[in-house]
């Protein structure tokens, strides 16, 4: 079955420390994939995604994503933590013509000061 | 910047009653979709609608819930007699096509009780 997994529930991290957000799927090909966020009180924003071509992916906010085919791994990283990137992060995926997401369990971000 | 607009943003219904929460999609957009977040939970597919028309439902999406665009604007969700385990946060989300980013709304916490 299609899955996304994201192995950590929540993540504490100093302000202006680096984060990095683990994000695995189980496809039988290789998924469009997204990172989206959700700060308290609000929807899903999209931060960036991965169709194809270049592996590393920029987004909105300072975030970037790798992604490696080897690991089934579309990891999301951001150099220099704010005080408003807290908040929960979504890794998301769907297969070709479908648009139909299977999200992750979400990670809950604390930025401390 | 075109944003998928939901309402109400909090809906508390007593259980059996109907309810509709409604979604107003990005103008140019063509597929809409519902997904539902159980408090602590993921991110679940409800349904995907295009051309007037469901084009795929998860089996959580039975025969209490429906989908309809009746005015060509409003993409709504009914829900024809909540039970306690509807309570969830609702967001409807809207793309230009279906091999795109889906864009979502804020949401829409529905409580029942």
């Known amino acids: 079955a299609q899955s996304v997994t994201q192995p950590d529930i929540h993540i504490t991290v100093s302000e202006g420390a680096s984060l990095e957000l683990r994000c695995n799927y189980s496809y039988g090909a290789t998924p469009y994939l997204f990172w989206y966020v959700q700060s308290p009180g609000q929807g899903l924003q999209l931060l960036l995604k991965?169709?194809?071509?270049?592996?590393l992916v920029q987004g909105i906010k300072g975030f970037e994503a790798e992604f490696k085919r080897s690991q089934s791994s579309f990891n999301l990283r951001k150099p220099s933590v704010h005080w408003s990137d807290a908040a929960e992060y979504f890794c998301?995926?769907?297969?070709?013509?479908?648009?139909?997401?299977?999200f992750g369990g979400g990670t809950r971000v604390l930025v401390k000061p | 910047e075109p944003e998928v607009t939901q309402t109400p943003s909090h809906q508390v219904t007593q259980m059996g009653q109907e309810v509709i929460l409604r979604c107003v999609p990005i103008?140019?957009?063509?597929?809409f979709y519902w997904y539902r977040q159980i408090l602590g939970q993921k991110v679940e597919f409800l349904v995907s609608f295009y051309n007037n028309e469901i084009s795929e439902k998860s089996e959580i999406f039975d025969d209490q819930f429906s989908v309809e665009r009746p005015d060509g604007s409003n993409f709504t969700l009914k829900i024809r007699s909540t039970k306690l385990e509807d309570s969830a946060m609702y967001f409807c989300?809207?793309?230009?096509?279906?091999?795109?980013?889906?864009?979502f709304g804020q949401g829409t916490r529905l409580t029942v009780v």
């Open positions: 989300a809207t793309a230009t096509d279906m091999n795109t980013e889906a864009f």
């Open positions: 998301a995926a769907y297969k070709a013509a479908g648009n139909k997401l299977t």
């Open positions: 103008s140019n957009h063509l597929y």
């Open positions: 991965y169709f194809s071509g270049d592996t």
